[in-house]
């Protein structure tokens, strides 16, 4: 069975850091594109970060470009988002995807994670 597990979320105060993780389980995602996305509550969900199989490209939305860094293990299946000076509008669940299907900003990828939530005190 395919899992991805997302771990690290919590509440943190504005400007502060936190690390989420994103386990994977059941296949090798090592030759796929990652992604994380968000979503906060009322809105859609929105596109965060993604990073190739090799690290060889990163995609960031512009709302976190010079915040947060998108990171990966291969060989520990596990894909990383650093995120720095948080803000409330950061406040969100935050999925871990693997697989796109075409545009790595869209929602179209083949398996996702559970989520975590991360919440951002002003």
């Known amino acids: 069975q395919v899992q991805l597990v997302e771990s690290g979320g919590g509440l943190v105060q504005a400007g502060g850091s936190l690390r989420l993780s994103c386990a994977a389980s059941?296949?090798?995602?090592?030759?796929?594109?990652m992604g994380w996305f968000r979503q906060a509550p009322g809105k859609e969900r929105e596109f965060v970060a993604a990073i190739t199989w090799n690290s060889g490209r990163y995609y960031y939305a512009d709302s976190v470009k010079g915040r947060f860094t998108v990171s990966r293990i291969n060989a520990a299946s596990t894909v990383f988002l650093q995120m720095n000076k948080l803000r409330p509008e950061d406040t969100a669940i935050y999925y871990c995807?693997?697989?796109?299907?075409?545009?790595?900003?869209?929602?179209?990828?083949?398996?996702w994670g559970q989520g975590t939530q991360v919440t951002v005190s002003s």
């Open positions: 059941g296949r090798t995602f090592s030759s796929d594109t």
């Open positions: 995807a693997a697989r796109p299907r075409g545009s790595v900003y869209l929602g179209a990828y083949d398996y």
